[in-house]
């Protein structure tokens, strides 16, 4: 069967504009959330992990020219470029398709007084999509996975499975979201977020931190790209569904559970370590614990990377997707930071301070509005 | 197997007009979508109250659902996390957006709402979808330009000959505005018994997709 390969990737976060100044903050346990004081964004201040934007126009003025292009996109064209340079790809095939996963994109063109000359149109993604793909001269049409929470890890399982079934030999998945008014006010209204930042699995947890990101992972199936010492291959993954409610996770963990099995089933390596969805909603975590412990995994480590970067909605599953690699080429496990006492029913093995451990194996899951669920194994080839 | 798959029904809703497997059901000269589908909820006697709490590209796409899985039995036919679902749009949950966005327009008058924020997802119309008929398997909503029969056929038929799932709704829900499309098919690995509409191929998605109702 062909294996597909992690090429390369790039992380556009509050921790910084490339993986590798996200990965030296994660192992110091530095958090990006902070209070912020943004009209646009909110008549209050706020708690969210942001992307300094007058670096990103600074990065952005050396690729282009910013005033043509919103926020949104910036970020993800900053993403996008450092990744597919590192890459080294031809794009001009019809072998290679991109893949954006988001679940507002361009949201904030809603609001007339934000919109300027860019019009509502923008907010249409595959209009998004499209922009993108003509930028950087993708031949063919991009694909847009807009599925709440789960974008980008489903975005993982997608690319991963066109490859497999030979339908391409290269996919580039551009995961990202911005915080915004739209998106902050919503929340809001759900009661979902905590001021400060967000402490998954914890006792104390009392909601999500909203954060914005890009993300970008470059998947083939040449194995001659994955230039990294070891090579990761994104296995088998499957996303499934609640059949229970619209906005509250399952209580029994029936989705997410039927997720995580399918996936085991189709290996059969022992999972060396889980990079969990960890909103730090008192529901989600809660259903997490459950559904991990269902498949038999209570004692495999686990960490969430909400506390870093905040929930980053359709970039979250790629960058954290990316934090997961990058955690096995260095064999560290990264402590949940925010977590501090047992928080959930059932018992699982929160990674509370960093560990250095041979990782060939990692299962990245998430959950979503609309009761949807995701999983999908990377491991070391 | 490797196919070839079956379209073994159809569900087509737009112009007023909604049809299963060719034979219309209804007809309404009612031009607002949101009156249209309470006309069709109601006339084809279905009883689920939450419809009512559902934006409108929800009950476009829970109302094809409906009249297309009506006495097909699907669950006593396939495991619940055996049947996938894959929707296309193009305007993602725009509408829907556009009335989030004008509850916290004015900030003297901010109103979000929690029961119209969640909707400002696409990917839920699955979910609604699955609650109504315990579906635990496979979902994608993908958002595209316009329909595109080929990149359905793709992914759809990469699902059933790639993973478990068996048997798989797939179409195009778009509602944006006074502007509705709506077309869902249930694909099968099996051909129906009486024989189904045709062979799951891009020209036979598209010819359903395009011939007027």
Known sequence: MTDVYIVSDNIVSSLGFTTDENMDLLRLGQTGIKQHHDDRISPAPFWAS??????????FA????????TYFEQMVIVS?????VQAELDLTTDRTLLILSTTKGNIDVLNPNLAGEKGIERAYLWQTAQLLQYFFGFRLKPMVVSNACISGVLALIIGSRLIRAGEFDHVVIAGADIVSEFVLSGFNSFMSLCTGPCKPFD???????????????????????ANKKDKVVVGPGFSSNDANHISGPSRTGEGLYIAIKRTLQQTTQKVDYISAHGTATPY??????????????QDVPVNSLKGYWGHTLGAAGVIEAIAAVHSMYGNVLIKTVGYNTM????????????????????????????????SVLLYKK | MNGPYYINDYCRICNGTVKVNDKVL????????????????????????KFYKMDNLCKLGFLASELLLRDKQLNSRYAGDDIGLVLYNASSSLETDKNHQLSIQDRSSYFPSPSVFVYTLANIVIGEICIRNKFYGEGTFFVDEAFDAERMYRYVNLLLYESHVQCCIAGWIEQHGPNYDGILYLIEKTNADPGGIAIFEPQNLTQLYLQRN
Do not use: W
């Open chain 1, 50 to 59: 942001m992307v300094n934007s007058e670096i990103l126009a600074r990065r």
């Open chain 1, 62 to 69: 050396d690729i282009s020219d910013p005033p043509r292009y």
């Open chain 1, 80 to 84: 996008l470029r450092q990744a597919m």
């Open chain 1, 203 to 225: 006792k104390e947890r009392q909601g999500l931190s909203l954060g914005e990101a890009a993300g970008t992972i470059v998947l083939s199936n040449d194995k001659e790209l």
């Open chain 1, 284 to 297: 989600n975590d809660e259903m997490e614990s459950i559904a991990i412990s269902r498949a038999g995994l």
């Open chain 1, 343 to 374: 928080g959930v029913t059932h018992p699982i093995n929160i990674i509370d301070k960093n560990r250095e451990t041979k990782i060939n194996t990692c299962l990245k899951i998430a959950s979503g509005f609309g009761g949807c669920n995701a």
């Open chain 2, 26 to 49: 209804y007809r309404s000269h009612t031009p607002d979508p949101a009156a249209f589908y309470t006309e069709v909820y109601k006339e084809t006697a279905i009883n689920y109250p």
